[in-house]
């Protein structure tokens, strides 16, 4: 219990050390160019010293929540381009927000932003119900356009109204200058909803989201469900654009759940890691962006985000991409090493188990190999201490100076016999249990043999009630000489 | 507060002014001609989305290529923005085949993190750099004017970038000729293409490799993420007028010159700026387009608006 306890502790404290490593390095490097005293400031940052800072933090985290959580969604739900869509398209809605209200009004800018949003993904869904359009064609058009409207709208204020307009330029990549304790609570009541309603209708979004047909079928209302989502991740999208900027949103609802993705298959859990890992990278891009001035904070974000998606892909112990690589070589290694050592038991049945050890041209032309590759074989063999070699000198009239002797060891000798035992049982069983002809068993009992386990032969073994003879009339090695090991005297007699 | 002749006359009233609105006009009528024969294909082909994921993914290699070369000249900053592309593609098939990933989110995850990546290095650097982020994003069509003359053999010549253009617009005409019935064909029908013996993947490589090189001609002029409605525009346009790929290939002219002459007055009438204006001139002729045109526009094609009356609901997939 323990044990494992420790081994999950260990994994995670590698994957965090990968983590931190090059992110601290990377900020001391960059700090350390603009010659700045960032141990001060990551001190003051960490300890959460100063009012601006927790503002700062507290919003970068929610933001990481909230989008992670919808995120899980968005994913799952295979619309991540649509969210990239929609969040383009609420650009326009926050220069007419502002433009209404003629202030930096939050809850204007965000019925705004909501309203166009709205607007964008129902012409998409206009277009693609009433015209012959693509759905890629649509949300591209609805994107491009609305960007443009949005840029439009947003310079010709900036003209228009002179300095009072600085902050719609942070909209496009975000800023955490000047973050007050107000545009907190847009995300603290977005983060409410999204957990009531998760909470709350947590079987029927599941349902309605990954069948809903059948959702359909059972007197869901699917429709006002997805509506239900698309307000929620409208609010979730422009409540986050303040920090993270209108091109860039998407990523996060993207990146921390793939990454949740790869952790988990269960989507109660994809939401609490993917809202976990979206705080996480939301503090520690904060903090970058905060120790260099001129890092915009929204990429800095991504940035981290993307980082942390690579070292699970690669790293992660279950299903990463570097342990599976390590795994499939160690058994490829393993089936090598197991079917020579099945070629040597052969090579020894051959000679009726007469001596204790065989030549390695013997064992090659059992393999059909060429001597340099059976060395090799050997070779590794040896390594593994599974065999030992000697070299014999033959009479000085022979043409070859010496001769290979081969001998197993005793674990060599198990494993060898344990192989021939399975491949043989296998065997069996097809011809007698399957009726497979039995020249056509043994391209089947060759794969399988290095995988089944010892409670399948046992099996097999009760199955067939503890045969000795295999289809082709050779011994079956019984566990019992396997137990007994090298080459126990009954094998060889009744041979 | 609108006055129609004013806003028209205006912009041509003096000779100065004349010189150097056509400059802005023929730009973008060349930038908006090459992204739209490009995006023909890209948009039969349903790759529009990959269009823009490619138009966000060479920030890195041009932002590179830039602090190593130190210049904004088409050449190196092509390569660059070429690697990045065709990297920002491979990245995003190997997500997609090798991890569970599924496209939308390989494609949403990898251009995010390259356009991110890009802004950052931009930003790290922004001290010696004229380019700024705001023009990576709506571009700087209006600057044309200023771009140094080019001198060829001790003779003037005129904007350079107007001739940097050309030459892309010209090779991207060029190449759509003289490849066209490879376009077609792979375009439309892979195994076709498979069993006439053409190379299917090389040609999908080529036009990402022609997406990349008008891309980066283009987004000095009109930004990242607009290069997308040049693209997209004008083969949705006038794929409601007509049915024939060679007649929606040839209507980008006409197109290409509205989008910049609409583009340039409105943005001198309302003060906008001049690539976001030419999107959205490309809107407001899209939308005719789209609910009457002859060739399946909505209130002229009653048929498959009555097939599909029956599903109704919010637009979820």
Redesign the interface.
């Known amino acids: 219990m323990f044990l494992l306890i420790w081994k999950r502790l260990r994994c995670a404290l590698l994957l965090l050390a990968l983590f931190w490593m090059p992110c601290v390095l990377c900020a001391a490097q ?1 700090s350390s160019n603009l010659e700045q005293d960032w141990i001060n400031k990551a001190f003051r940052f960490w300890t959460f010293a100063d009012y601006s800072i927790q503002v700062i933090a507290l919003g970068a985290i929610l933001i990481g929540i909230n989008c992670g959580l919808m995120g899980g969604y968005v ?1 799952s ?8 869509t929609l969040s ?1 398209a609420v650009l326009p809605g926050i220069a007419v927000g502002f433009m209404i209200s003629q202030s930096r009004d939050e809850v204007a800018l965000m019925i705004g932003a909501t309203f166009s949003g709205f607007v964008g ?2 012409i ?2 206009l ?11 649509a ?3 609805v ?3 609305f ?3 949005g ?2 709208l947003i ?2 204020l900036q ?2 109204s002179g300095g009072g307009m600085a902050g719609l ?1 942070s909209y ?2 975000g800023s955490l200058v000047g973050l007050s304790a107000d545009d907190l609570i847009p995300l603290c009541l977005c983060l409410a909803m999204i957990i009531l309603c998760f909470v709350l209708l947590n079987k029927e979004l599941l349902l309605s989201g990954f069948d809903p047909s059948f959702a359909r079928s059972v007197g869901l209302p ?2 006002l469900l ?2 239900c989502l ?1 307000i929620l991740l409208a609010f979730c999208i422009v409540s986050s654009l303040q920090i993270i900027g209108v ?2 949103v ?2 996060l ?3 921390p ?2 990454t949740a ?2 952790l988990t298959h269960k989507m109660s859990r994809l939401l609490l890691f993917s809202g976990i890992l979206g705080a996480l990278t939301g503090i520690i891009g904060c903090f970058l962006s905060f120790l ?1 001035e ?3 904070a ?3 974000i ?2 981290c985000s ?1 980082f942390l ?1 690579l070292t699970v ?1 690669f790293f992660n112990p279950v299903r990463g ?1 570097l342990p599976s690589w390590i795994r499939t070589r160690k058994r490829g290694q393993r089936i090598r090493c197991e079917n020579t050592l099945k070629a040597c038991y052969q090579v020894l049945e051959e000679s009726s188990f007469s001596s204790q050890s065989f030549s390695q041209t013997s064992l090659a032309r059992r393999r059909r190999k060429s001597d340099a590759e059976i060395e090799r074989e050997i070779d590794v063999l040896i390594r593994e201490g599974y065999a030992t070699r000697q070299i014999i000198l033959l009479e000085q009239k022979s043409e070859l100076p010496s001769e290979n002797m081969i001998s197993l060891t005793p674990s060599g000798w198990e494993i060898a016999t344990r192989m021939i035992r399975n491949h043989r049982l296998w065997e069996l069983y097809l011809t007698k249990e399957a009726s497979y002809a039995p020249d056509h068993v043994h391209d089947d009992a060759e794969k399988i043999e290095h995988i089944i386990g010892e409670k399948t032969v046992r099996e097999l073994e009760r199955i067939l009630d503890n045969p000795r003879r295999d289809p082709h009339g050779k011994l079956i090695p019984s566990q019992n000489d396997i137990d007994r090991g090298w080459l126990s005297p009954p094998l060889v007699t009744e041979k | 507060m609108f006055n129609l002749v004013e806003s028209l006359i205006d912009a041509w009233s003096t000779h100065e002014q004349v010189i150097w609105n056509l400059q802005i006009v023929f730009m973008g009528i060349m930038v908006s001609l090459s992204c739209g024969l490009v995006g023909c294909f890209v ?1 039969v082909r ?4 990959l ?2 994921a490619v138009s966000h993914g060479i920030l890195p290699g041009i932002v590179i290529a830039y602090l190593l070369t130190g210049s904004l000249s088409v050449g190196p900053v092509w390569i660059g923005a070429c690697i990045a592309g065709l990297g920002c593609g491979a990245c995003i098939e190997w997500l997609r085949t ?5 496209e ?2 390989a ?3 990898t251009f ?2 390259f ?3 890009g ?2 290095l931009l ?2 650097e ?1 001290g010696q750099v004229h380019l700024d ?2 023009c990576i ?2 571009g700087e069509i209006g600057l044309t004017p200023l771009a140094p003359e080019l001198v060829l053999w001790g003779v003037p010549c005129g904007n350079q970038a107007l001739w940097n253009m050309g030459l892309v617009c010209l090779a991207t005409m060029i190449s759509t000729v003289v490849f066209y019935r490879f376009l077609l064909v792979t375009s439309f029908d892979t195994s076709l293409a498979r069993s006439l013996g053409m190379p299917v993947a090389s040609i999908q490589y080529g036009l990402m490799l022609l997406l990349a090189l008008v891309v980066v001609a283009s987004f000095e002029s009109v930004g990242v ?2 290069v ?2 040049m ?3 004008p083969p ?1 346009s006038s ?2 007028l007509f049915r024939r790929l060679p007649n929606i290939l040839l209507s980008c002219l006409p197109l290409s010159i509205l989008y910049s002459l609409g583009g340039l007055h409105l943005a001198y009438w ?4 001049i ?6 001139t ?2 407001v002729i ?1 939308l005719p387009c ?1 609910l009457f045109g002859p060739n ?3 209130f002229t094609n009653t048929k ?2 009555s097939i ?1 009356e029956g ?1 109704k ?5």
């Open positions: 960059i994913v739900r295979r619309l991540s381009m649509f969210g990239d383009h993904v129902g998409i869904s277009l693609k119900r009433y015209t012959k359009m693509k759905e890629d064609s949300m591209g058009l994107l491009s356009g960007y443009a409207l840029i439009c310079t010709y003209k228009s330029e496009l990549f699917v429709d997805h509506f698309w091109v860039l998407s990523a609802l993207i990146i759940a793939a993705g790869l260099v001129r890092l915009p929204g990429p800095v991504v940035l993307a998606f892909l991409i | 948009v349903r790759m529009a989305l269009g823009d090798k991890t569970p990933l599924r939308d989110a494609m949403g995850l995010t993190s356009f991110a990546l802004i950052v930003s790290l922004v982020p705001a994003l709506y993420i607009l997308l409605a693209m997209i525009l949705v794929s409601f309302m003060n906008f700026p690539s976001a204006s030419m999107a959205i490309g809107v899209f789209c399946g526009g909505i498959s608006l599909q599903s609901g919010i637009p979820i997939n």
